[in-house]
């Protein structure tokens, strides 16, 4: 897979674009993120998540107000911007990514059902866990999914990640815990 890596500067922030085949993964970091929520309208910014709902963009907007970034942790997660329609469909990237032990937590969602098995999320993953590695200096990749989750666990075996257990009552969805499923990548068994 072919990827190259650009840097856009000028008054916004500067941004870190993956190119993929069929994609462009434009990278949010901490800089990138508080640009876009204080300087674009909510109409901008449903459009660059690629969110469809207001409820959504809430979501976002809560997520921003309550602050993403602390003293032990930042992320960086990229939107993934489909090169034919321009549109984004999906975000894939860390949201835990601890620097003082080179680890971070990857997460991935594609934005409908319409574009799912279609391989962009195992598209979007490659670079970004190669991007992991190499820029971020990660040693270690973790991701977590239910048991249940037969796609994302494919992918993730996929990319070498190893199962690690499952963690039970890890996460509240609708009122209910569930378990998780831990995968992880060392830098050491990337085969990149």
């Known amino acids: 897979m072919d990827c190259a890596l650009f840097y856009f500067c000028g008054m916004e922030p ?3 674009v993956l190119e993929t085949e069929r994609m462009s993964l ?9 640009y876009l929520m204080t300087n674009k309208t909510d109409d901008e910014l449903k459009a660059f998540f690629g969110y469809a709902t207001e409820k959504e963009l809430a979501s976002e907007k809560l997520r ?13 997660r990229f939107v993934m911007v489909d090169k034919t329609t321009g549109s984004t469909i999906g975000q894939c990237g860390y ?15 594609l934005n409908n059902e319409d574009i799912k098995r279609k391989g962009y999320m195992g598209e979007a993953l490659a670079p970004i866990v190669a991007h992991g590695f190499s820029e971020m200096q990660l040693n270690r990749i973790e991701a977590f999914t239910s ?3 037969v796609p994302s666990i494919k992918l993730l075996q996929n990319m070498g990640f190893q199962y690690e257990g499952v963690m039970r009552g890890h996460y509240l969805k609708a009122g209910v815990y569930e378990d998780s499923s831990c995968y992880a990548l060392l830098k050491e068994e990337y085969g990149g």
């Not at 434009?26 to 508080?34: G, L």
Request: glycine share 2%; net charge positive.
């Open 147 to 149: 048991p249940q989750n």
């Open 95 to 109: 949201h835990k990514w601890y620097n003082d032990h080179n680890k971070a937590e990857i997460g991935y969602a």
């Open 14 to 16: 500067q941004m870190i």
């Open 26 to 34: 434009k990278a949010v970091t901490p800089e990138v993120y508080e």
């Open 64 to 76: 921003h107000e309550k602050k993403m970034v602390c003293y032990y942790q930042t992320f960086r």
